[in-house]
């Protein structure tokens, strides 16, 4: 592994609330292997791929959080992942869906990816478990980007370079839904817990930043990751405990308050938390 893809490693397994981190060994690709897919694709890959896929044959990391409840194994939560050269297959569709795909690209915008066409190729550079894609895209100049590919079939563009997606894959620590922070719909709120433990400083965006410009590319692996994350949280722990007593009060007082709420009171808040509930969720993820 690279030092970037390490120091991610590292910073997980340090970490007192991660549970386990799995890394599967790859091996190299050989210069043959790239001729091969180069004359079966009739497309030249980026040269930072190509120096990828020399060091390792794709990329796969899983880690997971503790579980309180001992009853209860702990599942895989964080994933980063990237096709192997055998994997990297083209995007095309046929039989029924290829007439509601040649109706899709009609909405699409000028400079978008373009399914079963001659001009534009789009391969599949993370599966992300069925749900939807990422996805190395050459336009018809031949000229290579990474875009994500959502539920609705809609194009997102991620990166310029392979470089710049890895950079942000490895910053994003492979969290779920970490993709749609660079579309429209956002990250769902009910995960974003884990992204104010992990990495909550990338939860900080400014309006209309080209994501390859971007503060976090390049990016300094001691900044985003300390070496002593465990330490940080037993300092504000014990800075809860100092201040339990006041907590607690301020508690009381206003579990008092919603006791001396009247009827119609509550009805209206439970209305207004359903409201809340419902529009904070993604339209592309209602239908999971």
């Known amino acids: 592994m690279d030092s970037a893809t390490t120091a991610v490693v590292n910073y997980l397994e340090k970490r007192a609330d991660i549970d386990q981190v799995h890394v599967k060994d790859k091996r190299p690709c050989l210069s043959d292997g790239f001729v091969e897919w180069e ?17 390792s044959d794709g990329l796969e990391i899983r880690w997971s959080f503790k579980n309180t409840n001992t009853k209860l194994s702990s599942a895989f ?19 029924p ?23 534009w ?10 749900h939807e894609c990422v996805c190395l ?39 779920p839904y970490w993709h749609y922070k660079y579309t ?27 994501i390859s410009l971007s503060n976090i590319i390049p990016f300094s692996t001691e900044k985003a990751f300390p070496h002593n994350p465990s330490s940080t949280a037993k300092d504000s722990k014990a800075k809860d405990q100092q201040n339990s007593t006041g907590q607690t009060q301020q508690m009381y ?3 008092a308050s919603v006791r001396s709420a009247t009827p119609n009171q509550k009805r209206s808040m439970q209305q207004t938390k359903s409201i809340n509930r419902s529009s904070s969720i993604p339209r592309a993820l209602n239908n999971q």
């Open 77 to 95: 939560i964080g994933k980063m992942y990237i096709n192997s050269l055998n994997n990297l297959t083209r995007i095309t569709t046929s039989g």
């Open 39 to 55: 004359e079966k694709n009739s497309c030249e890959l980026p040269d930072d791929l190509k120096r990828f896929y020399i060091v």
């Open 253 to 255: 007082s206003n579990s």
């Open 137 to 175: 895209v050459y336009n018809p100049h031949r000229e290579t980007s990474i875009w994500f590919l959502d539920r609705s079939l809609h194009f997102h563009r991620l990166a310029s370079t392979f470089t710049d997606y890895y950079r942000l894959l490895l910053l994003h620590c492979g969290l």
């Open 184 to 210: 429209d719909f956002g990250i769902p709120p009910y995960i974003l817990h884990w992204y104010y433990t992990i990495v909550p400083s990338l939860l900080i965006s400014r309006p209309n930043d080209d």
């Open 121 to 130: 190729h789009i391969f599949e550079l993370d599966p992300c478990d069925g």
């Open 97 to 119: 869906k290829q007439m509601a795909i040649a109706e899709l690209n009609d909405f699409f915008e000028k400079d978008t990816p373009r399914f079963n066409t001659q001009s």
